[in-house]
């Protein structure tokens, strides 16, 4: 009897240890078993890429336009008998060059519900991202500069070639602007099928410079192929940034002195909180005031070129 | 032609019932279904309606961009780069490339030229020249410098044999060949 039982014991183990006889499992669980929520990623944005490249004028004081007049040069005579010439400031093409500063920021209302509820320190988010779009701000006023110059290489359909590149170091040389000179380009003007990178195939012509043999310096190509990156090109520090805007594929980068923009700070970035009572909430605003402006025309040249093939 | 007089042959009485009962079960089933889903419809609806009524605010964190000042976008009117937009910009340096490109004979609008008068425009000598003189710039700049060696002998030979140049190197496309009895003389 007793094996009977124990034999009997063992089959219905066996049948009860099916699937769907009852067993408890994560599913039937649940409603029980606890979502861990991680600190949250927050949506990268394009830096400060050109402010640190033109010139900077602190403005802390009194008045919210800010002039720099450019006084002309003068001509040397060869003559015994000198007339005077006039330190002028007002025949210089651009002059003076004005830059009105203006408030920029975001604001951002904080339920205290939502802070309370969150995983993360929400203010800590709010104050990262509120950062993040007023130097993406910046960032984006003075690379909208780059249209607003006078010279330009290339068009709204064109693929851009080593000779634009020589041909805009000519314009700067020939109008004296002082070295170094920098290229901001949108990363498609560098890294796309139509972009710089091209130039260093594998290519023995004129338009592609790989190896001393093909009489070009072969290094830059072996920095691309090395690092993906190379800081310096014909002549041009060369600095990539996302926030240029692109149009139907084409993009305006800029080839340029320091002195061809100016950037006028006022006030730097600050954030204030404030509880309203009623809203039950902070209100969190970061703001900073500045201002912008091409300061001298001819120190840089617009490179309007596809950024994609 | 038995099989054929078999399929033609008349439906009995109960075959016909069968058949008005199918049909009558189907009307009612497809009948159902509609219901069903307009059960289902306005369920969802219903669900939305209260979460519009509800305004769960406690979900919604508000933010603003402040600025103090509305950027503006300009365009080129005339010349090369006619439609290229300008900006946006700081109306303060809005003004200043107004006057910074009309010294250069291009005017900046706010209004942004239509299709039909950038045809238009694109139509004067103006424009014919400022693009004819762009084209040969561009087309100068991508082509090569080296030259090809190929050519180069290849002209030379033209000149040694008195056979022309494109005789020479006439090397027929896929859709040029034709079989040696097709070709011409043959």
New interface residues.
């Given amino acids: 009897m007793k094996k009977f039982l124990s034999f009997l014991f063992f089959i219905l183990s066996f049948g009860l240890n099916d699937r769907g006889a009852g067993e408890t499992t994560s599913t039937t669980m649940t409603e029980a078993i606890p979502t861990a929520v991680s600190a949250a990623l927050l949506e990268i944005e394009e830096g400060d890429v050109i402010r640190p490249l033109v010139a900077q004028y602190p403005f802390p004081g009194p008045g919210l336009?800010h002039s720099t007049p450019i006084v002309s040069k003068l001509t040397s005579e060869a003559d015994d008998s000198l007339a005077n010439q006039a330190l002028d400031s007002g025949t210089y093409?651009?002059s003076p060059?004005?830059?009105?500063v203006?408030?920029?920021?975001?604001?951002?209302?904080?339920?205290e519900?939502?802070v309370l509820?969150t995983v993360d320190d929400?203010m800590a988010v709010?104050g990262q991202l509120i950062g993040q779009?007023v130097v993406t701000?910046r960032d984006s006023?003075l690379a909208?500069?780059f249209?607003?110059i006078?010279a330009?290489e290339g068009?709204?359909n064109?693929d851009i070639?080593p000779?634009?590149l020589f041909?805009a170091y000519n314009k700067l040389r020939i109008q004296l602007a002082p070295l170094p000179y920098y290229l901001v380009m949108h990363p498609g003007h560098i890294w796309s099928g139509v972009g710089l990178v091209n130039m260093f195939a594998n290519v023995a012509?004129?338009?592609h410079y790989t190896y001393a043999a093909a009489?070009g310096p072969g290094s830059v190509g072996e920095d691309f192929m090395r690092n993906g990156w190379a800081g310096r090109v014909f002549g041009f520090d060369l600095f990539t940034d996302a926030n240029i805007a692109v149009?139907s594929r084409a993009g305006s980068g800029c080839a340029f002195s320091r002195n061809a923009f100016k950037y006028v700070p006022k006030r730097e970035f600050r954030i204030d909180v404030l509880f309203s009572g009623p809203e039950v909430g902070w209100q969190v605003?970061g703001?900073e005031m500045w201002?912008?402006?091409?300061l001298k025309?001819n120190f840089g040249v617009e490179m309007?070129f596809n950024t994609s093939a | 032609m038995e099989k054929d007089q078999e399929k033609e042959k008349p439906l009995g009485k109960s075959e016909k019932q069968e058949l008005e009962a199918l049909r009558a079960e189907n009307v009612k089933l497809r009948a159902q279904q509609e219901a069903e889903a307009k059960r289902a419809g306005s369920h969802y609806e219903e669900l939305e309606r209260i979460k519009n009524k509800a305004n769960a605010?406690?979900?919604?964190?508000?933010?603003?961009?402040?600025?103090?000042?509305k950027?503006i976008t300009l365009y080129h009117k005339n010349g090369?780069?006619i439609g290229?937009?300008?900006?946006?910009?700081?109306?303060?340096?809005a003004e200043?490339?107004f006057h910074?490109?009309r010294?250069?004979g291009?005017l900046l609008s706010l209004t942004r030229p239509t299709a039909l008068e950038i045809s238009e425009y694109k139509k004067s000598a103006e424009y014919k020249l400022a693009r004819s003189q762009?084209d040969a710039m561009?087309a100068?700049?991508?082509k090569?410098?080296?030259g090809s060696e190929i050519e180069r002998l290849t002209r030379l030979i033209a000149q040694a044999s008195g056979v022309p140049e494109n005789q020479l190197n006439n090397i027929k496309g896929p859709n040029e060949v034709v079989a040696t009895n097709q070709a011409v003389g043959v």
């Fill in positions: 336009v093409t651009g060059s004005n830059a009105t203006g408030v920029h920021g975001s604001t951002v209302f904080l339920k519900i939502a509820g929400l709010a779009s701000k006023d909208a500069l249209t607003s006078t330009i068009d709204a064109e070639v000779a634009d041909s012509d004129a338009n009489g149009t605003t703001t201002g912008e402006a091409v025309n309007q | 605010a406690q979900l919604k964190i508000e933010y603003k961009d402040s600025d103090d000042h950027n090369l780069y290229k937009p300008v900006g946006p910009l700081h109306p303060s340096n200043q490339a910074a490109f010294r250069l291009i762009f561009r100068d700049r991508k090569s410098r080296k």
